[in-house]
């Protein structure tokens, strides 16, 4: 599956065509989504392809299929939920369709186990932008040390655009970090800043396979420097 080079033009998407997806379509998204492997092993998601009678939340974008994932409380839950179905994400735009991750979306049925979302179908404005559309931080602020894949990692769509994760690169490992508030009134209100840096690590894993470098995430390594200021260390790839 190529979706690496779509990490350079994806674009979050607000407006949508609202005829549903045929169902061969949907079948394929879910052998997609079958065929991947989980951040961490013992990690349990699940998820729902809903329609927009199905779903609610406050400033959600109107679209014909929204996808809501749920879990129970594990270890890195919202991590692994954004590593996961970050690579759904970049796969839709590898087939001509776009996706918004949105915060306040849910399924009208109610689910204590529920995580995140986003919506996707075919896009009614431009899908995709070229490398100097992206708003995003230098590498120099997002990371320690050099390593090649850290532009695809800089790229990661984030909620408000907060970026909330850090990178050290040292001796042939990348220790990772992220921050559970993004600070302010707004920032204090937003709760997915774990899903955004499992976003982050899905690029990092799709660049690596690309690059035809190891990917390998572990937790509790005991070497990992220490967190930067309002970080939080939560594992190493190796």
């Not at 839709?92 to 204590?112: E, F, H, M």
């Not at 050099?146 to 655009?161: H, I, K, T």
């Not at 995430?217 to 420097?225: L, Y």
Request: charged content about 20%; glycine content about 10%.
């Amino acid at each position: 599956m190529d979706i690496y080079s779509n990490i350079f033009t994806r674009k979050s998407c607000r407006k949508y065509d609202m005829k549903p997806l045929g169902a061969q379509t949907l079948v394929e998204i879910e052998t997609c989504i079958s065929g991947l492997t989980p951040l961490l092993p013992e990690s349990e998601l699940t998820h729902k392809i809903l329609g927009p009678d199905e779903v609610k939340g406050l400033g959600i974008c109107k679209a014909p299929h929204y996808l809501i994932i749920s879990g129970k409380e594990q270890p890195l839950r919202g991590v692994c939920a954004g590593f996961l179905y970050q690579h759904v994400e970049l796969y839709l735009y590898s087939k001509g369709y776009a996706t918004r991750w949105l915060s306040g979306v849910k399924s009208k049925q109610s689910d204590p186990d529920h995580i995140a979302g986003f919506a996707f179908g075919k896009p009614n404005e431009p899908g995709t932008r070229s490398i100097e559309e992206f708003d995003r931080k230098p590498v120099s602020e997002i990371a320690s040390g050099s390593d090649s894949r850290l532009e695809a990692v800089r790229l990661a769509p984030s909620g408000m655009n907060g970026q909330p994760w850090y990178f050290a690169v040292q001796d042939g490992v990348i220790h990772v970090y992220y921050k559970q508030s993004l600070g302010g009134v707004v920032g204090m209100m937003y709760h997915m800043t774990d899903v955004d840096v499992g976003l982050a690590l899905c690029h990092m894993a799709v660049a690596s396979e690309h690059e035809g470098k190891p990917f390998r995430f572990v937790t509790g390594r005991k070497d990992a420097p220490t967190a930067p200021k309002n970080f939080t260390y939560i594992g190493t790839v190796e």
